[in-house]
């Protein structure tokens, strides 16, 4: 007799990750490659997608690395062409590439960002990352998952594709102001938009689309920023690494399966206040 656990099986199922290669990417993958699922960890930059998907193999598990622009109609479909000639199918698109202003000892080049000055072409590179990516991906995706009559999409959203910032986060004693730019809360809204759109156009297609909301991942942060990040989340800290995979495989699974158009929120309370 079949049990819950059955459900968030994934074996003969095949997983397309964007941003494979970075800091949630990779937990992502290695997931749903843990469940059973053949991966393929799709990235701008196919080295990290590489060693990735070698680390992925080492470990007993399959995976594939494919390099990928998401603001290219032409390079998403060859992430889609090369994922069904390496295995046969595409059942799941988790669109986890993005650009995401950072605050992380990894991004010391973080500007001000203030709203007033914010540039015109970096907004412009925001949104076809961030939302015309997610569009062409899901766009070059949804062709095998119509023609098998199965697909799952998940879209990673974010707390601010929620509430607005909480710019004091971000201030440093003694130091120029820093602001999470304006970009990354309208494209994250604009997440939200089109999983809505897509669960409402695929209805009836077999075709499921939701989105996962991560809170913020601790990632050897500066103490004034996790204490002040911290204050705010009803759990008092930031999420550990592995905090969103179960969250992610359970939308991946059949566990979800009564499940779309929805939004799952991962943030230990952050937005409950």
Not at 141 to 169: F, W
Request: with cysteine; aromatic share 8%.
């Amino acid at each position: 007799m079949a049990t819950i656990l059955d459900k968030f099986n994934m074996k003969g199922q095949v997983a397309v990750v964007t941003g494979g290669a970075g800091l949630l990417g990779t937990q992502f993958c290695r997931t749903l490659a843990q469940a059973g699922a053949q991966v393929a960890v799709a990235d701008f930059d196919l080295v990290a997608a590489d060693k990735t998907a070698q680390q992925l193999k080492s470990e007993g598990l399959q995976a594939t690395a494919v390099g990928v622009d998401v603001t290219s109609t032409d390079s998403t479909a060859a992430m889609v062409d090369a994922t069904l000639k390496a295995f046969g199918r595409l059942d799941v698109l988790v669109c986890s590439a993005a650009k995401d202003p950072k605050f992380d000892p990894s991004h010391h080049e973080q500007q001000s960002n203030a709203f007033e000055t914010y540039p015109l072409e970096s907004w412009k590179e925001a949104l076809e990352v961030n939302l015309t990516g997610l569009f062409l991906c899901a766009q070059a995706a949804v062709k095998p998952m119509l023609t098998q009559e199965h697909g799952v999409i998940i879209n990673i959203c974010s707390t601010y594709g929620l509430v607005g910032p909480d710019q004091r986060i971000y201030e440093r004693p003694g130091q120029p102001a820093q602001f999470k730019p304006v970009y990354y809360s309208v494209t994250k809204a604009g997440v939200l938009g089109l999983t809505h759109y897509l669960a409402t156009y695929y209805a009836g297609k077999n075709i499921r689309a939701n989105a996962l909301t991560p809170g913020g991942i601790f990632n050897n942060h500066d103490e004034t920023f996790t204490q002040n990040y911290s204050a705010r989340a009803v759990m008092g800290r930031m999420a550990h690494l592995d905090e969103m995979n179960g969250a992610m495989l359970f939308l991946a699974s059949d566990a979800s399966s009564y499940m779309t158009g929805a939004n799952l929120v991962v943030d230990g309370g952050w937005t409950a206040w």
